[in-house]
């Protein structure tokens, strides 16, 4: 038997707007609990998602399954993708040609 236990987490990075006095409230609470900020946030989350009841119902409904303004969610990228992102595809330099002089020379 394994010593330890590892639960694999799908995780995603999401932008999201909060009040400022929330933000503070988070991050408080996650020094409180001595975790991150964005662990708060999620738990929180996964409690009242599995605590209100009309909201479980409504989840299963078609109106539930298709929210009108989503989270814009970035997910990773793999490695391959992030190194041909990080290299540009702007032409190199070029310097202004100097016409060449061809007087004095046969």
Request: aromatic share 6%.
């Amino acid at each position: 038997m394994a010593l330890l236990e590892v639960q694999t987490v799908n995780k995603v990075t999401a932008t999201i707007a909060l009040d400022e006095s929330i933000a503070q409230r988070t991050d408080q609470y996650a020094l409180f609990i001595n975790a991150p900020s964005d662990e708060v946030v999620s738990k929180a989350l996964e409690y009242v998602f599995s605590k209100d009841k009309d909201f479980l119902t409504f989840a299963q409904t078609a109106d539930g399954k298709k929210p009108e303004h989503p989270l814009r969610i970035r997910r990773p990228m793999e490695a391959a993708e992030r190194a041909k992102r990080g290299r540009r595809s702007t032409p190199p330099a070029t310097t202004p040609s100097t016409p060449v002089s061809t007087q004095g020379t046969k």
